[in-house]
């Protein structure tokens, strides 16, 4: 500090030298996520951390914010705990830097009037792909339909529009929470600064509005009642399903609420599907062939739940695919399984070498790979169900008739490759 000048004259050139320094920043993608509602009429555990599925609502608004490219989240808390370090440290290996603060008025100091805001609400759940989309292009706010958002639990804005709960804004907007109380509600309070300000309204489209794609959770019992439709809406598509991949769905539904909140994922599900793998090989080793194949059987399946388990997760929280193919690498490590175990049981040849007892196997198991890419009828999903093929075999094992039943379906599969009508013009 120069000794020339005043203390006052020198203090108020610190403060200008840093509020020209901040200004001159390069502008920040601040996300604020409030966590001050509490869960229910009590006062309580906020109803940010509820759990649906795999992560809490918190956790789920977080991927948002990462996902929009979010540099700095900022989270509206009564103190920390347990949850927001855990948010924080996520945040954190995503590279952005996280603030946690009490006053929403305490948003001025870290958000500039370049930088641009995104605001969830407290206890939004909603889809990264629909937010994604509505976010797009110039600075809105999400509205919709006054009647079905009251209905739903949001605030009203106007006397056609409710609020959606969440909005992009230019940070220029955060001074004005400088003229409000301490114990304002931000969203709702940035809401109005945002429409006040002329701010283009955006509709929310009826498609994400359906059913549980965009909801308010205000309760324990929100939360509960949402999640198997939360499951579900990640589980539902267009595409065709075999009986294998239906019964892995059914199982998702029933069980997967359970394992998402044991906090393992679908991690535990495919270390039981690799050992029920490993159980198949040896009892087929021991020389019970049909059990071995069921066992197989039930291995597929409970591997594609498991996939389905990590889908969901990764949908939900924004997460990047696995490097390794792990689905098609555990497909050919069981392909192979069950090729060794019928060899070990195709029948008494004491004087045929392993690659006619192989040949069969290994026939049957090239043409039900190579069907499915000649054919794109939605049923050729059943040639690749591993469950349907284990179980028929099973069947021919347990009547005596393996050994007759792997050439007769190797060569009525070869057959229909060969005259089928609907074939594709190349295999690749």
Request: charged residues 20%.
């Amino acid at each position: 500090m120069s000794a020339g000048l005043p203390y006052e004259a020198a203090l108020l050139a610190e403060i200008r030298a840093a509020k020209f320094q901040l200004k001159r920043r390069r502008a920040l993608r601040v996300a604020v996520l409030s966590m001050l509602a509490s869960a229910g009429e009590a006062e309580g555990s906020p109803r940010a951390f509820l759990r649906i599925g795999p992560a809490s609502l918190a956790r789920f608004q977080l991927s948002l914010a990462l996902a929009l490219e979010c540099q700095r989240i900022v989270c509206i808390a009564r103190g920390l705990s347990p949850e927001l370090l855990d948010l924080q440290a996520v945040a954190e290996r995503a590279g952005a830097r996280f603030h946690t603060i009490a006053d929403p008025r305490a948003l001025a100091g870290l958000v500039t009037a370049n930088d641009e805001v995104v605001v969830v609400a407290d206890g939004l759940l909603a889809p990264v792909a629909s937010a994604l989309a509505l976010l797009e292009g110039r600075h809105c706010v999400v509205v919709q339909g006054v009647d079905s958002g009251i209905a739903a639990g949001f605030e009203r804005i106007d006397l056609n529009h409710a609020s959606a709960g969440l909005m992009r804004i230019p940070g220029r907007l955060i001074e004005r929470l400088q003229e409000l109380p301490a114990d304002c509600d931000a969203a709702s309070a940035l809401t109005r600064i945002a429409l006040q300000a002329g701010i283009e309204q955006r509709p929310l489209p009826n498609e994400a509005r359906d059913g549980l794609r965009w909801k308010l959770i205000r309760n324990d019992a929100e939360a509960h009642a949402a999640e198997a439709g939360w499951i579900g809406l990640h589980l539902d598509g267009d595409e065709p399903h075999s009986p294998g991949t239906a019964l892995a769905r059914i199982a998702v539904r029933s069980f997967g609420p359970a394992i998402l909140h044991a906090g393992s994922g679908g991690n535990i599900v495919v270390l039981c599907a690799v050992a029920l793998a490993i159980l198949g090989l040896g009892i087929g080793w021991a020389g019970f062939p049909a059990t071995a194949l069921v066992l197989c059987a039930l291995a597929w399946i409970t591997r594609r739940a498991a996939a389905q388990l990590h889908a969901i997760e990764r949908e939900s929280l924004a997460l990047a695919s696995a490097r390794w193919p792990r689905v098609k690498l555990f497909e050919w490590a069981l392909d192979l399984a069950m090729i060794a175990i019928m060899v070990w049981n195709a029948g008494p040849f004491p004087m045929s070498s392993l690659w006619q007892r192989g040949f069969a196997p290994l026939m049957l198991l090239c043409l039900v790979r190579l069907l499915p890419r000649i054919t794109d009828r939605g049923w050729s999903v059943w040639l690749a169900d591993r469950a349907l093929l284990a179980l028929v075999l099973a069947i021919a094992a347990g009547l005596g008739h393996l050994s007759q039943a792997l050439p007769l379906l190797a060569a009525t599969l070869a057959l229909f490759a060969v005259v089928w009508p609907g074939g594709r013009a190349r295999l690749t």
